[in-house]
């Protein structure tokens, strides 16, 4: 997604002056092309992400469109504040890239893992949260939003990701898509790039006679809540997956949209419950350890369902 998100960016630029370009000394392999076509609109600040975000405060004050390119724990975590007291409070038109969310960037250890980020950033009211599922979405949502003149967090995995299987082509505001709808038992959210593997649980869970209603969402802030609300009504039980922590993320806003409305629904959160501290390998590595990975969330929903257990070998 992250070689899509400069290609689109490159593009939006030839017409766009106002878009300027910051990285915290990373992106190499993808940010170069931007550099060399727009040398007066983008700036390596180095390894100081608070000062990358107070100087797209201040080109967003000057009327500017800056997009600001880190990892994702970097982009959310050490810059928290400067993010709080400049473009959310201003309400100003700063885009924040944070690339790998979750647990991609996997042998560089917990330092990198983008964890905690949605979790966080959630708490700062005004601020858009967008997670794209797959790469030609992160397309559309960077070019739906040029001119959105709030301040947004794109969420980005650095896979290129097919269109997923279901999904039609572009981006809706609200950032809900159903990709298939099932027989009332199982309504099975998934957020962002978690969203792959929606069409192998599905497709696990009918070998056992399960339909399930599968939900890929993209934007969790401003929280699509009537529609969050609308399908999991109809469900007995909600299932949300994640490459996130437990605490603050889609499972959490699940829990508040079905509390909050007095639903009666049973809530099964697949997220990411210890800190991988010392655990390294692949992407599906680590997701079968945290037992996020298509495998382990069916087997979980055919538990709570009282079925027996697909094959796991």
């Not at 696990?204 to 929280?223: D, F, K, M, N, Y």
Request: aromatic residues 6%; charged residues 20%.
């Amino acid at each position: 997604m992250r070689a899509e998100a400069l290609r689109t960016l490159i593009d939006l630029a030839e017409d766009d002056s106002r878009i300027v370009f910051l990285t915290g000394d990373l992106g190499y392999g993808v940010v170069e092309e931007f550099f060399r076509r727009f040398p007066q609109r983008a700036f390596n600040v180095g390894v100081a992400e608070q000062n990358m975000l107070a100087m797209a405060t201040g080109l967003a004050e000057a009327g500017l469109r800056p997009y600001v390119y880190s990892i994702a724990t970097f982009a959310s975590l050490r810059p928290f504040e400067f993010i709080r007291n400049g473009p959310v409070l201003h309400q100003l038109p700063v885009r924040i890239i944070g690339v790998g969310g979750g647990m991609e960037y996997t042998t560089n250890g917990i330092t990198h893992l983008g964890l905690e980020d949605v979790g966080v950033l959630r708490t700062l009211p005004g601020l858009s949260i967008i997670c794209p599922t797959d790469t030609p979405q992160t397309r559309s949502v960077l070019e739906a939003t040029v001119d959105d003149p709030s301040p947004i967090y794109f969420r980005l995995s650095k896979q290129e990701l097919a269109l997923i299987e279901g999904r039609e082509p572009g981006w809706n505001l609200e950032g809900v898509d159903v990709l298939s709808n099932g027989d009332g038992s199982v309504a099975l959210f998934a957020l962002g790039a978690a969203a792959a593997g929606l069409p192998l649980i599905e497709r696990l869970l009918q070998e056992h006679g399960v339909r399930p209603t599968t939900v890929a969402v993209s934007r969790i802030a401003p929280s699509p809540c009537d529609t969050l609300r609308s399908l999991a009504e109809r469900h007995q039980l909600v299932v949300s997956v994640e490459s996130h922590y437990l605490a603050g993320g889609l499972g959490s806003l699940l829990c508040e949209v079905i509390a909050e409305a007095g639903l009666r629904v049973r809530v099964m959160r697949c997220a990411v419950e210890l800190s991988p501290n010392g655990i390294f390998g692949s992407v599906a590595h680590l997701a079968k350890w945290a037992k996020i990975d298509p495998v382990s969330v069916a087997n979980r929903i055919l538990l709570a369902l009282e079925k027996r257990p697909t094959d796991t070998r």
